[in-house]
């Protein structure tokens, strides 16, 4: 575990501090009342035994047992809730942390990475933590705690059991520091295998669609076999170093415990002991090596947390690329206008240093207007998208919105002005209803018949059994290509916003369907600014502004007609489509 994660664990204890305070409190508390138990046990018996006393004369010493006993049950149930409370907190705490940093990061830095292996950190990783808090850290504070309080309460009664007990009560932990770095390490490839597992698990489900069309699901499955039985083999060399340590554990408290019982039974044969010191002595002996045998069965939620704990570090060290703004973001201009025009000013991006993808651009977009991007894929369109989104940030130059730098506006407010339809919108796992209501979730009935009046889609509700109210399957099981780019465009009329992106709706649809949408996005647009990306360019109308992007650069814009006219970029874009 490296410092800084090791700082990373301690800086999440502090805004739980007194509720570990209070855990420990507790098991301190626990601790005295063990010791008055164990003197009042060795006092009844010692005059029950040698004494010959009756259970009337012993009657109070039992009643104060019993009430010892019951109060050392509720700080048990005091002390675990305490605990459970810290480490609930703390693992919602790094959750909602984890949640913002990919939200700042954006979709454009997630799209780069595995999503089993986001999903396994974010899950399976801020889980390890809870029971780090929850058990391991304040077992190690009762650990310093209740052998200390045990051996002033022995010290008074036999000195010499005191000094047999600070001896060999060190042994536990000397072994415990002796085996760590093994199960450390076993730990740290138990995690990373789990990534892997995880990662792999989720990719292949996310394309099981494709391994079934390739008949790829056999070889799939052979790895995520083999990927778990590796898994399997980590894991368990975790638990045979685990059993190992605690057998051993076991071995020198319990050789402890006997070593001392045999001195305390030879010094009460000589006389040099009273039965009442050495029986209470012999009591407490046990309970002095339980807090040190519980620390050690505990070390591998230490050894978890500490393995997910680096991960989760690094992930949210992540540095943003974006513009994204947040709680600790410095105040930025909102934008209050309803009418709103877009100007590029030499805007320059690249995902690599040697790969620009935008180069110097200037491109303006006036107020209510609307520009149809085109190019050969890989040209920048969707990376302008990108930087209109705040999902990346431009390198030089800078993006206007109504004469405003993008970069001092803040980026949440400007989202709130543009609806953006994908060329595969997602739907999520939910009702109809609920997918369009993600866009306005204060939408009426009313407004919602229209957003899909709007969008072509009254007929597909009427055939859904259920109708707004059908249940649809994650990615959209149960609509078309088609019916999910409606919805689309239904969660756009919603948004109602002054921005529309449009990254080519009709891409992979038929032409009826794309008559459709078409009819449906010229509705969508009247007195909204619009930037369209195309690829279909025979289906463009006569009129519409195109802007051509080629190498980074805008190298032609114009009407259509007069484009094809022309017979420069546009024109030969438009004589490979139809030749495809």
């Known amino acids: 575990m490296t410092v800084s994660t090791s700082s990373w664990l301690r800086e999440q204890a502090r805004p739980v501090r007194r509720l570990l305070a209070a855990g420990v409190a507790a098991g301190g508390a626990q601790a005295v009342l063990l010791c008055v138990g164990a003197w009042l046990i060795a006092w009844v ?133 002796l085996v760590g770095g093994a199960a450390e390490r076993a730990s740290q490839r138990r995690w990373s295998r789990l990534r892997r597992l995880g990662a792999r698990f989720m990719d292949a489900l996310a394309g099981l669609t494709t391994l079934r069309l390739c008949r790829a699901t056999g070889r799939e499955a052979a790895l995520l076999a083999a990927t778990g039985e590796a898994y399997r083999k980590e894991t368990m060399a975790v638990l045979r170093i685990a059993f190992l340590s605690a057998l051993v554990l076991e071995f020198f408290a319990t050789v402890s415990i006997a070593v001392l019982a045999v001195l305390l039974g030879f010094r009460l044969m000589w006389g040099t002991l009273g039965f009442e010191q050495g029986l209470f002595v012999l009591l407490l002996a046990p309970e002095l090596f339980l807090p040190l045998r519980a620390l050690g069965t505990q070390r591998h939620l230490r050894m978890e947390a500490a393995a997910a704990a680096e991960d989760l570090v690094a992930l949210l060290a992540e540095p943003v690329t974006g513009t994204a703004s947040g709680p600790t973001s410095p105040p930025r201009a909102s934008l209050a206008s309803q009418h709103i025009a877009l100007t590029f000013e030499g805007v320059s991006f690249g995902y690599e240093p040697d790969r620009q993808v935008l180069r110097e651009l200037d491109l303006v977009v006036e107020a209510g207007t609307m520009l149809t991007l085109v190019g050969a894929s890989g040209s920048g369109k969707s990376t302008l998208f990108n930087l209109l989104l705040g999902f990346a940030t431009s390198q030089a130059g800078r993006i206007l919105v109504n004469g405003r730098d993008l970069a001092a506006l803040d980026l949440l407010a400007w989202r709130k002005h543009i609806s953006w339809v994908s060329q595969r919108a997602h739907v999520f796992h939910g009702s109809l209803r609920d997918n369009l209501m993600i866009a306005a979730p204060d939408s009426d009935e009313t407004r919602l018949r229209r957003a899909l009046k709007a969008a072509a889609l009254p007929e597909v509700v009427a055939r859904l059994p259920q109708g707004l109210d059908t249940p649809l399957g994650e990615h959209g099981h149960g609509l078309s290509g088609g019916e999910r780019q409606r919805l689309a465009l239904a969660r756009a009329w919603l948004r109602d916003t002054p921005v529309l992106l449009l990254d080519e709706p009709t891409q992979h649809l038929d032409a009826a369907t794309a008559a459709l949408i078409d009819a449906a996005v010229a509705a969508l647009a009247v007195g909204r600014t619009v930037i369209r990306i195309a690829h279909r360019l025979d289906h463009l109308a006569e009129d519409a502004r195109v802007a051509v992007l080629a190498d980074g650069l805008i190298v032609e814009s114009g009407r259509v007609a007069e484009l094809r006219a022309a017979r420069g970029a546009f024109a030969r874009l438009l004589a490979a489509d139809l030749a495809a």
Not at 46 to 70: E, F, K, N, P
Not at 119 to 142: F, I
């Open 45 to 177: 018996l010692a005059r029950a035994v040698l004494a010959g006393r009756g259970l009337g004369d012993l009657w109070s010493a039992v009643a104060a047992l019993v009430a010892i006993a019951l109060a050392r049950f509720a700080l048990g149930l005091w002390q675990r809730r305490a605990t459970f409370e810290a480490g609930a907190q703390v693992g919602e705490r790094v959750r909602r942390a984890l949640e913002q940093r990919l939200r700042q990061l954006g979709p454009g830095w997630a799209a780069q990475q595995s999503r089993g292996d986001i999903v396994t950190r974010s899950v399976d990783g801020v889980q390890a933590l809870v029971p780090y808090y929850a058990g391991y850290l304040p077992q190690v504070a009762l650990t310093a705690v209740i052998p200390v309080v045990i051996l002033l309460a022995a010290l008074p009664a036999d000195p010499w059991s005191a000094l047999i007990l600070l001896l060999t009560a060190p042994l536990v932990p000397l072994f415990m520091i």
